[in-house]
Nanobody, 115 residues
Framework: VQLVESGGGLVQPGGSRRLSCAAS????????MSWYRQGPGKERELVAS????????NYADSVKGRFTISRDNAKNTVYLQMTSLQPADTAVYYC?????????WGQGTQVTVSS
């Protein structure tokens, strides 16, 4: 079982970035897939989740209207489209997969928003 995040990097304020989370060893459509982030000196924050059953989506208030989580079942990949990025969005972003019995985490990808 593996989750591999990619797409991080340096972005200018106001810019956009798309993070990808490629899963192997399980199917993303069977799990609650989420993105967390942890900024420097900050607690880990749940950014967005997409539920396996019904596809319900939830966002943190801090990213509502700017971030979009999506899932491509054919590619077994989850995405986080981020727009209107601000320095406060600087963090390591983690992808997770959660079921009733287990939770998997990726290694994280760094997003730095700076001019």
């Amino acid at each position: 079982v593996q989750l591999v995040e990619s797409g991080g990097g340096l972005v200018q304020p106001g810019g956009s970035r798309r993070l990808s989370c490629a899963a192997s060893g399980f199917t993303v459509s069977s799990y609650v897939m989420s993105w967390y982030r942890q900024g420097p000196g900050k607690e880990r924050e749940l950014v967005a989740s997409i539920v396996n059953t019904g596809g319900s989506i939830n966002y943190a208030d801090s990213v509502k209207g700017r971030f979009t989580i999506s899932r491509d079942n054919a590619k077994n990949t989850v995405y986080l489209q981020m727009t209107s990025l601000q320095p406060a969005d600087t963090a390591v972003y983690y992808c997770t997969a959660t079921s009733l019995w287990v939770e998997y985490w990726g290694q994280g990808t760094q997003v730095t928003v700076s001019s």
